[in-house]
């Protein structure tokens, strides 16, 4: 399964891949981060980012400190991030 190359979040549906700015969609990122072929929050840094996904998988059933610690240790991997 494709995870978002911003946020990690699973894409295993058609509808959670993001667009391209002609329509098609972006193989990299999910319709949250990049709905329309940019990002949605471009100046978003990384510590941002967790902050913003944290509250989400707490809310999937996931320990907060546990989210906190997969965001931290995952997104530093994904294509947006690699430094």
Same mark, same amino acid.
């Given at each position: 399964?494709?995870?978002?190359?911003?946020?990690?979040?699973?894409?295993?549906?058609?509808?959670?891949?993001?667009?391209?700015?002609? $329509?098609?969609?972006? %193989?990299?990122?999910?319709?949250?981060?990049?709905?329309?072929?940019?990002?949605?929050?471009?100046?978003?840094?990384? %510590?941002?980012?967790? %902050?913003?996904?944290?509250?989400?998988?707490?809310?999937?059933?996931?320990?907060?400190?546990?989210?906190?610690?997969?965001?931290?240790?995952?997104? $530093?991997?994904?294509?947006?991030?690699?430094?």
């Amino acid at each position: 399964m494709k995870i978002c190359q911003s946020c990690g979040m699973p894409m295993a549906k058609e509808e959670d891949f993001g667009k391209n700015k002609d $329509g098609s969609k972006n %193989e990299d990122y999910c319709i949250y981060c990049y709905p329309n072929g940019e990002f949605n929050n471009p100046d978003e840094t990384m %510590e941002e980012m967790i %902050e913003t996904c944290v509250p989400f998988m707490v809310k999937e059933g996931h320990d907060e400190k546990a989210a906190r610690k997969y965001m931290t240790e995952t997104l $530093g991997n994904l294509k947006r991030w690699k430094q």
